[in-house]
């Protein structure tokens, strides 16, 4: 198989890919060409439905025809089985496809891995991704009866609904009620074979007995026939039971329905066998799927390989995976009479051949069949001994739902008798499912039990349950987390690598979260360097989705650092990736909507930021990111507040309170933006004198939270008429140097300040600084927000000064234009010594008393008078005022 093809199928665990391959068609086997015609008449866009009871032969018939048949491109093979959830099957499928080598090297499919929150718009890109193959594809979904998931079924119905042209799809199922199919065969997109074209002629029959060795007179043939009814598995096994090949005297004991047929016959195969041999079937049949290294781990027989080839070339119900030609499956009928054998005969067996099968499982590197043997051999300890010291990283991986469906047996066994294992393994199904609610109750439970025993629970058992209240702490103590992460990290150093293999996993867990945590406090600079550290780890370790929640964060750092530019472009690269893999709605993508509606608001983009924080919203249904949860719906604040929309920003300051109420403590960053977005609601709302008057004495310093609070504390003071304490407030302007949106809006705010206080040239120049700062990143939001009179600002602004006359032109636009003004232009802008001399133009001060007051001679202000009058177009005084005042210039 190429690199491209594994890579491809990476995500499946390698119980998973076992189930992808179709079988190998068995010597002797008789092709129907009746059946071969009607699966040739379904065209690419049509479906074919097989339904019949067990021992039909639907599986050998279509696995012949896709072996032997023309059909135009590659066919994919997939055995469903009953434990299903939408997101494995779907799973599965895409590693079929691959497998199948249906999945070109540009296709979308390719990319698709589906995670937590994989739901019909992932169903749709899979959709999407065969409408666009270059040649048909023959997708074929066996056993499509053991599914009962809902959600699967509905699924498929959905897919058969918009099947595309390039698609043929055939299900094999012994019901097909499910399905609803009568507006396909309305359509004439249907073709079924039923069980009537599956029973077998009498040419047929005889050339079956033929095949098989077996020499049959006419009568004897006709016996066959009137007890088999054509039951392709009763003439089978009416061969196999026949002794001596007395096929004639082996008909008469038996008969009646198929069934009853099946289980006499197959008594009648064992007891021909040789004792060697029937004990080998019997411990052999507890796992789905053989190989002659785990027949002999089961049997200990070192001829396990010539065993299972002799089955295979007599055609005892036995066949070989074609794509995977080690590993043998027997046919169901056969392995329902051997579990039930077995477990009549030695009822202490099954529970010893399953521990050998994990045993085996888990030395060849396939942990989550272990955990499944080892449950259902009742063995809870060992389960949880293979679960914390190997397995469960997996649980954050795309193999997680195989790993749930693996710890099923011992998740059963809590609601029936719990001990700290079961419980300790139920709340890992517990995660898997998003009910942290269970999660926790399941492993506090569990430490309970553990720590009122006489020694304490094993290194591995104490990381997991530390790990159950880092994920907790995520949830509902952000406060907390980086201790949590501590512990994780030493306890996980005390363990070598052969004692605890998943040790490095959990330590990479812990540092992620770690460094979130981090940032959650406003050590940016730690979460920055620990963020990016986390991420490229997760990529060597094959762990995309902790990869992208890095990533994600790293988001949020560029957007304390001001840097606009650089997280629209990581998260346009982390939306796209979500996107192609079917990733938009896992848990790990929360932050990046956090990031992506906050970049929107500072840019004005506010349509943008509401399908943004859509998007979050979305995410946090399965998600337990909460501190990415509160950014968001600080966003949605922002939006509120900077349309003016008081009603708005309340409602959405409802939604933030509701998600507060779930954080419990929030840590320095997370509280500063949460009381800011509260602030903000506050002085929209006409309460600036009440935030003044409760606000500390303490926020000053230079630190991100402190700059936020000063720049919302000078916001108050504007809105409350005190411009001047704004000012103070806003100190030096170097102090907010190394948070450049902070920057921008204390520059705004301070010129609006000064603006106030008649103080022209200073707010002239604190403006310049603000579009200095804002326009290399787009910052526009705070320009909208400050008021007014900002336009006027920004008129006088262009006047004095040629620069980014672009972004000027965009934030005119933001705010609804620029002030009415006459068709006229200045000949030259003024200059800041015409700009002080026109603000006392207004007064009754003469010429002397400016030029006194001014420390200059009378003719110089006269000649700056002429150059005024000059550059307004206007010849008088008045007319220089009622001009400057038009247009802001006072």
């Keep these: 198989m190429g690199s491209a093809v594994s890579a491809s199928v990476g995500h499946l665990s390698p119980g998973s890919r076992l189930r992808i391959s179709r079988p190998d068609v068995p010597p002797g086997y008789v092709r129907l060409q009746r059946v071969d015609d009607a699966l040739a008449s379904c065209r690419p866009g049509d479906v074919t439905v097989l339904t019949a009871g067990p021992g039909y032969g639907k599986t050998l018939a279509v696995a012949a025809w896709t072996r032997f048949g023309r059909l135009g491109g590659p066919v994919a093979w997939l055995a469903a089985e009953e434990a299903s959830g939408l997101r494995s099957f779907w799973a599965d499928m895409l590693g079929a496809l691959a497998v199948a080598d249906a999945i070109p090297p540009n296709s979308a499919l390719r990319e698709i891995v589906p995670g937590a929150g994989f739901d019909y718009p992932e169903v749709e890109l899979i959709i999407a991704g065969f409408a666009d193959s270059p040649s048909p594809i023959t997708m074929v979904v066996d056993d499509l009866h053991l599914v009962s998931d809902r959600a699967v079924l509905d699924s498929i119905r959905h897919l058969i609904e918009h099947q595309p042209a390039q698609l043929r799809l055939i299900l094999i199922t012994r019901t097909a009620a499910d399905l609803r199919l009568e507006k396909l065969r309305l359509d004439g997109r249907l073709t079924e074979i039923t069980a009537d074209q599956l029973v077998l002629t009498r040419d047929e029959t005889n050339e079956l007995c033929t095949r098989a060795g077996a020499t049959v007179t006419d009568g004897e043939l006709d016996g066959l026939l009137e007890r088999t009814q054509g039951w392709p598995a009763g003439v089978r096994l009416a061969l196999l039971s026949a002794r001596d090949g007395d096929v004639h005297r082996g008909l008469h004991r038996f008969g009646g329905r198929n069934e009853h047929v099946a289980a006499y016959l197959l008594e009648e195969v064992l007891e021909n066998l040789a004792p060697t041999d029937r004990k080998f079937l019997l411990s052999t049949s507890i796992v789905d799927l053989v190989t002659p290294g785990l027949a002999r781990a089961l049997t200990g027989r070192s001829d396990s390989r010539q065993v299972l080839d002799d089955l295979v070339v007599n055609n005892a119900l036995t066949v070989r995976l074609s794509d995977r030609p080690d590993w043998y499956a027997f046919h169901p009928l056969l392995r329902e009479l051997l579990v039930d054998r077995l477990s009549a005969e030695s009822p202490d067996a099954?529970?010893?051949?399953?521990?050998?099968?994990?045993?085996?499982?888990?030395?060849?590197?396939?942990?989550?069949?272990?955990l499944r043997h080892y449950g259902c051999a009742g063995e809870w300890t060992k389960v949880v001994e293979l679960l914390t010291t190997v397995a469960l990283p997996l649980v954050l991986s795309t193999q997680a739902p195989a790993l749930a469906t693996a710890l099923a047996p011992t998740d059963a066994q809590t609601a029936r008798r719990p001990t700290a294992d079961t419980m300790l393994a139920s709340a890992i199904v517990a995660f898997h499912n998003s009910d942290y609610d269970g999660m926790f109750r399941n492993a506090g439970d569990a430490e309970r039990v553990l720590g009122a025993g006489s020694s304490p629970p094993p290194l591995a058992t104490r990381i997991v349950l530390v790990l159950t209240k880092m994920v907790r702490a995520r949830q509902r103590d952000l406060a907390g987390l980086v201790e949590w992460c501590d512990e994780i990290i030493a306890l996980a150093a005390e363990a070598s690598r052969t004692e605890i293999p998943a040790a490095v996993a959990y330590t990479l867990i812990a540092r992620n979260n770690r460094a979130i945590g981090l940032f959650h406090r406003g050590e940016i600079s730690s979460a920055a360097i620990e963020l990016d550290s986390s991420r490229q780890s997760a990529e060597s370790l094959g762990l995309p989705l902790m990869a992208m929640a890095a990533g994600t964060y790293l988001a949020l750092v560029d957007l304390t650092e001001g840097a606009l530019p650089d997280v629209r472009r990581r998260t346009a690269a982390i939306a796209e990736l979500a996107e192609r893999r079917g990733w938009a709605r896992q848990p790990q993508a929360m932050a990046l909507y956090a990031a992506a509606a906050l970049m929107h608001?500072?840019?004005?983009?506010?349509?943008?930021?509401?399908?943004?924080?859509?998007?979050?919203?979305?995410?946090?249904?399965?998600?337990?990111?909460?501190?990415?949860?509160?950014?968001?719906?600080?966003?949605?604040?922002?939006?509120?507040?900077?349309?003016?929309?008081?009603?708005?920003?309340?409602?959405?300051?409802?939604?933030?309170?509701?998600?507060?109420?779930?954080?419990?403590?929030?840590?320095?960053?997370?509280?500063?933006?949460?009381?800011?977005?509260?602030?903000?609601?506050?002085?929209l709302g006409g309460d600036a004198d009440d935030v003044i008057a409760e606000s500390g004495e303490d926020d000053v310093g230079d630190t991100y939270s402190l700059a936020l609070m000063r720049v919302s504390l000078a916001k108050a003071y504007l809105a409350a008429g005190r411009p001047a304490d704004a000012i103070d407030v806003l100190g030096r302007a170097s102090t907010f140097a190394p948070y450049r949106l902070q920057a921008v809006e204390a520059a705004i705010l301070s010129a609006v300040a000064a603006a106030r206080l008649h103080r022209e040239s200073v707010a002239l120049e604190r403006l310049h600084d603000a579009v200095r700062l804002a326009a290399p990143i787009g910052h526009i939001r705070p320009f909208v927000t400050a008021g007014p009179s900002v336009s006027g600002l920004l008129v006088r602004h262009q006047q004095v000064s040629e620069e980014h006359r672009a972004f000027v032109q965009q934030v005119f636009e933001a705010c609804g234009g620029p002030p009415a003004a006459e068709d006229w232009a200045p000949v030259d802008p003024l200059t800041d010594r015409e700009l002080v001399v026109l603000r006392y133009l207004p007064t009754m001060y003469k010429a002397s008393e400016i030029a006194a007051d001014l420390f200059v001679s009378v003719n110089t202000i006269k000649t700056h008078q002429q150059s005024i009058y000059r550059k307004l177009g206007v010849s008088t005084r008045r007319d220089a005022v009622d001009r400057a005042r038009e247009h802001n210039l006072i």
């Excluded at 529970?351 to 942990?367: E, I, M, V």
């Design 350 to 370: 099954p529970s010893d051949l399953h521990c050998r099968a994990a045993a085996w499982f888990a030395d060849t590197g396939d942990p989550i069949s272990a």
């Design 601 to 683: 608001v500072e840019c004005h983009e506010l349509e943008a930021a509401e399908r943004a924080i859509a998007a979050g919203r979305k995410a946090v249904e399965l998600g337990s990111d909460t501190g990415a949860w509160l950014i968001v719906e600080i966003a949605a604040v922002g939006v509120a507040v900077v349309r003016g929309d008081v009603f708005a920003a309340r409602a959405a300051r409802s939604r933030l309170e509701a998600a507060r109420q779930v954080s419990g403590p929030l840590p320095a960053l997370l509280d500063t933006w949460y009381r800011v977005a509260c602030t903000e609601v506050r002085i």
